[in-house]
């Protein structure tokens, strides 16, 4: 469980795709005759987004490669940002999206597994690694979720980090008010 002040100043999260988002595999091959890459994504870790975006906290993807999967996935999921960077430069492209966003670094959090997330990690006020995050992302991390990225990873953060806050109850009744609406 997060500490409640950290939890409650957190505005934005962001979110590393390989290895947070999927289990960090890729399906390369050709579709009639085209190359293609393929991602599995975690649905649970979908609705967590959806909550997340509920609870009024901001949500942006940040991937260290280009990928068509991960462009179709942020767009269904409508996160604040989708953003693809060249050779892994994060650092900029999360600085950008905090200044789009008029967050300020120690009001972020952000969810790595590897070594082009940990420039990132160093800086944000709640730096969270996956289970299955290499140890130098680990030893950075002020908390490592249980779950493995691609495995729920992203849906345990949420819960836990709106538990800290003092919102899952009201976010989860929203969530559900939403959708228990009957057509007059
Ligand atoms: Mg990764």
Redesign the pocket.
Known sequence: MFDADLARRIRLVGL?????LTD?GIYVGMVHGEPAELKRFDIQDGIGIVLLKLAGIRVVMLS?RRSEATAIRGEELAVDACLQVHHARKVPAFTELLERFGVAWDEAAFL???L??VPVLRRVGLPVAVANATPDAQRLARHVTRAAGGRGAVREFVEDLLRARGEWGTTVQAYLGEREQVPA
Do not use: L, R, T
């Not at 590393?16 to 947070?20: A, E, F």
């Open positions: 590393d795709v390989d290895g947070v960090n260290g790595g597994d590897d082009p997330d």
